[in-house]
């Protein structure tokens, strides 16, 4: 468990930024639209911005405090930062901006070498090459490599998925959870992508207007935001059992014949909206995946109502207000879901 | 001849040598200034272009003739008068050059992405290392098309050099003065050939000009 302490006041325009987060989450969401002061948030943690006052500590590490005027050098904070838009350095190959980290980080504080972090992130096909050769999935998944290889005490994510297509970004919320459990690197992810901060952080504040208005679960996002126009992916790491089937919890799920090149597990998606659900075992359906499970919660907003079922995973499923009438559902009620196997999204 | 063709060289490399740290400091710091700076700063930058170079040689003539604010404090300094020397040539060689120097390398600096520097300093490089390392480099060919056009624009001054260093012989008359003076006294060969050389020496800065940048975007596709 990390601990993260955020207090941050800073005049910006058009509003002045006054928040404060306490947090024992591995991985911490920031969620808010475009312009709530998010991003100035996570500046103000690396250090490019200065907070007009405040105090910010990660695990126990100060690295901004107004009051004892402590103003770490962004070098010294020794957070590695990855945002959405590339900062690879263009002068470099793939290899040598790898290693950049790593040669600027004093050697009695280095844990990962370059080549372990390019085996784990499956990367060494990339090395040789140039920054204008990577595609926008690949481009953040050595950045984040890069950030690591520094040996981080912590991580900051500024929707670093916001610029790549689907598939890769299935793939990278696999390395990404892989990073929480395998290196326990404490992260600060910024997103304004509900599905993300639900697939990733274990807690999550909401920022509007330089403030933060709630904090908590990440289901909390629903509350907050309009369900009608919100699109929901459900993300899931399953065991590959072969090339059409895979394990999700106590669940078998079937696919469409798949080659998984000897992974043991992969990440899947599943849109809420493409889940069909039923209050009785549906029979004589094409659909093959039946999912047997019940109702922990539901948040109704306008037209729609967001299903949460427990099937072994946690499936958020999106359905009308007037279908959760009909089949009666409620807190505790058992539900299967139905999903067809061509709606299940597969990392590259 | 020979002697014309190193002493117009000799001084296109001082003004270069003089004009280039002063360039990377004003192209490095120039976004850290206030806009209403900034903006002063690029009319002085850009004066001596729209200036005609006699005025500049002028300015010069006054400030570093034996009387002058500079020239008593130079004289008192290094023991002799700055003025009608090959280095008061150099001077105003820099001086007319300036603006074309530090106009490429501002505009390669600026449009470098602030977050590439955070990015570098996120990942352990101090101010110095992510300047040398990131900021220099991608501004590299900013920085070469500055120093050859600065160097060639060098080459050919005439108007301030007149004025502040004169015209004599073996002592600070380059190519374009010793054009001038071939004019003056209707030596046509000469004028030919010194016209062949200045035209020979501009093509050949600008060549490599360019062979720099083709190596340097090869080089970045290679990497």
Known sequence: ?348 | MLEVIILTVQIALLATAINLPVSLIIANYQDKLPSKFKFILDVFISLPLALPPVVTGYFLLVIFSPNGILGDLFFEIFGFDIVFTWFAAALASALVSFPLMVRPMMLSFSNIDSNLINAARSLGANKFQSFYKIKLNLALPGIWAGIILGFTRSLGEFGATIMVAGNIPGKTQTLPLAIYTSVQIGDDSQVYLLVGLSIGLALMSLSVYNLILYRYKNSNKDI
């Open chain 1, 1 to 348: 468990m990390h601990s993260f302490k955020i207090k941050i006041t800073k005049k910006i325009k058009p509003f002045l930024l006054n928040v404060f987060i306490e947090s024992n989450a591995n991985v911490l969401g920031l969620y808010g639209v475009s312009g709530s002061g998010k991003t100035t948030i996570l500046n103000c943690i690396s250090g490019f911005d200065e907070p007009d006052d405040g105090k910010i500590e990660i695990d126990n590490h100060i690295v901004f405090d107004h009051a004892n005027n402590i103003n770490t050098s962004i070098e010294k904070r020794r957070l590695g930062y990855v945002s959405q838009f590339s900062t690879l350095f263009p002068n470099m190959s793939v290899a040598k901006n790898i290693s950049f980290g790593f040669d600027h980080t004093p050697k009695n504080e280095r844990i990962y070498s370059p080549n372990e972090i390019i085996s784990f992130f499956g990367i060494s096909h990339l090395t040789d090459r140039t920054i204008y050769k990577l595609s926008g999935g690949e481009r953040q998944l050595v950045a984040l490599a890069r950030a690591i290889v520094s040996s981080p005490k912590g991580l900051l994510l500024d929707e670093p998925l916001s610029s790549v297509d689907s598939k890769s970004k299935i793939g990278l919320i696999h390395k990404l959870k892989s990073v929480n459990r395998e290196l326990n690197i404490p992260i600060v992810y910024v997103s304004h992508s509900a599905s993300e901060i639900m697939a990733l952080s274990d807690q999550v504040s909401i920022v509007s207007n330089g403030t933060v208005i709630n904090s908590g679960n990440p289901s909390i996002i629903f509350n907050h935001d309009d369900l009608n126009s919100i699109e929901f992916e459900n993300f899931f790491e399953c065991e590959v059992i072969d090339s059409s089937n895979l394990r999700l919890a106590r669940q078998n799920v079937l696919i469409a014949n798949q080659d998984f090149d000897g992974q043991s597990h992969i990440m899947i998606s599943i849109n809420s909206s493409d889940i069909i659900l039923s209050n009785h075992h549906p029979i004589g359906i094409s659909a093959q995946n039946i999912f047997m499970g019940h109702v922990i919660d539901y948040i109704v907003s306008g037209n729609n109502v967001l299903v949460l079922s427990d099937v072994g995973e946690k499936i958020w499923s999106k359905i009308t207000v007037d279908s959760f009438r009909r089949l009666k559902l409620s807190k505790s009620t058992e539900v299967y879901l139905i999903i067809k196997s061509s709606n299940i999204n597969f990392q590259n």
